[in-house]
């Protein structure tokens, strides 16, 4: 879909590794159709994951007791957050899509990009006090966590499923923002299969890409996780 | 009970915070009990939450291509893990009781929180090959998530209940460690209450800790989660 303009943020520590190949493959397969794609590689840019005062320029809301999610929100409304937050907000408002690529790290993304969800989606950019869910601020953009894990599809099967795995991720923060969610796309244990294996499931995602932009949306309810 | 070994991994940046109350009443209130207290103060140690390199100390397994989990791995059984992570798995392998304190960011822990987990749990320390769940190398020990809330508990609630959200912390980390799992202490929407209200939650939490060691841990099985 030339035009379309996509943001990926990895995190991934190695160019070599088996995530930095699906990086590549999105970059390349996206650029291929005329997208703008641009990456946030969170380890190359030392991203920082810690929510601190040193997030907000200049004087604080409340100087006597830090609230971060108060000074981040009034600092965000006089533009007042820190330079890295800020370049990573501008990305996210250009993005019709948002591609997180990250191997799982105990049932859950990686701390850099967890620490990118906690600074860079403040309040009055991503949602406000009742603009959540289908109200969020962050309205008309389509969202897709890529994933590799450690051990095979069974093991994070739950009644068959993944999905309650996904549940704070996809509902608890993308649908929060009024995030679209597509399926989610995992390639299990890529260290644990053979090479054609792992070949395979390189072509899948680049194939998957080819047609990514037809795809719905999933169901983000409670009740379609919990059924 | 006196003599029992407790750490408690706190994730807050204001003392002054209702975190902070909570964390001073579990201080004093297990210390008056006899027992030995330890605080990871995340924030005022500037724990740095990114798995990298740094982690190890010296030559890499594979330096060819980096990958997180064998080089930690790796440079656990030699010895060679960075000074800051040797420091917090001492306290681990010390302690009778885990209690984690940090306000609930995005329905999980804040990045600073992740990362001590991605970091400190390495495989050979925490679990091994098939040293997982009741295998796990952390038997023994006891942990509670002990945390606070931005909204109301019908804002978590999924067949009335939050326990789906404890899912990826309770059990993908703690019980795949072997560590059991007590119930966990929750106070919903601190900032939304009255100053009588708050008061009350902190009694409670100092009530409870006196009779904590009384308490059965809960049953982390997939079973239980999602019956």
């Not at 088996?18 to 794609?37: D, T």
């Not at 009034?74 to 957050?81: D, I, P, S």
């Not at 997180?100 to 309040?123: C, E, H, S, T, Y």
Request: aromatic letters at 12%; one cysteine or more.
């Amino acid at each position: 879909m030339a035009g379309k303009k996509v943001l990926i943020v990895y995190a991934h520590q190695e160019p070599k590794s088996f995530n930095g190949s699906l990086l590549k493959i999105a970059v390349e397969e996206l650029s291929k159709q005329g997208c703008s794609v641009t990456v946030s590689d969170l380890y190359s840019m030392q991203f920082e994951p810690r929510a601190t005062r040193n997030d907000i320029v200049g004087h604080l809301h409340n100087s006597e007791a830090f609230n971060y999610g108060v000074e981040t929100w009034e600092a965000y409304k006089r533009g007042g957050l820190s330079k890295d937050l800020v370049e990573e907000q501008k990305k996210v408002q250009e993005a019709d899509l948002l591609i997180f690529q990250f191997p799982l790290f105990w049932f859950n993304m990686p701390a850099i990009l967890k620490g990118w969800m906690d600074r860079v989606l403040v309040q009055g950019f991503a949602y406000d006090l009742s603009k959540v869910y289908d109200g969020g601020l962050l309205q008309d953009k389509l969202s897709l966590f890529s994933f590799t894990t450690g051990g095979s599809k069974e093991k994070y099967a739950i009644r068959g499923d993944i999905r309650y795995l996904l549940w704070p991720m996809q509902h608890g923060i993308m649908h929060f923002c009024g995030v679209k969610v597509l399926e989610p796309h995992i390639c299990y244990a890529p260290e644990n299969v053979s090479e054609e294996k792992r070949k395979e499931m390189l072509a899948a995602w680049s194939q998957r890409l080819k047609t990514l932009w037809k795809e719905e949306p999933t169901d983000c309810s409670p009740e379609w996780y919990f059924k």
